[in-house]
């Protein structure tokens, strides 16, 4: 830490080396955090007589995790089938349900989708949908992300005559 601030000092690190501060080391005393799992790494750099540092490159966040996607809007007919061949489109799924009344049996107007790769789930989430003749929306349930995808596709295009055409629009 700084005496005069009480801040933390950051120190260099390059090619597995920590670099002294431009000041010296003086009687400081340097914390080091090791990322979890690496702390038989952290035993064996002390094997030379040098004091040297081993870093391998630690991704600060995880790689990103597929969720279940509601999908909003399904007709009534739609089954589970129907969804599976939809959604395979966009990569393979883990999961695929349409839920239903448990007396009638009929198709509630909803289901859910699960991918196994995220990129997938996210090609999936930047597009919008017609499944079996109808528009249907597909989002991460109770999201404010999801909700915020949404919005992000919807464009307001004002004052449009009537000889336009959509592929006027499209230009």
Known sequence: RNHETGTIRGLRLSDGRLYPPDTDWGRQVYIVVFPK??????????????PTLLVKPYKRF???KCSDLIVLGLPWKSSEDDLRKYFQ???ELLMVQVK??????QSKGFGFVRFAEYESQVKCMSQRHIIDGRWCDVRIPNSKEGAQQMMNRKVFVGRCTEEMTAEDLRQ
């Open 37 to 50: 799992g690496e702390k038989a790494n952290k035993e064996n750099s002390h094997t030379s007589s040098e």
């Open 89 to 91: 489109q966009f990569g």
């Open 100 to 105: 239903k009344d448990p007396k009638s049996g």
């Open 62 to 64: 995880e790689r990103q």
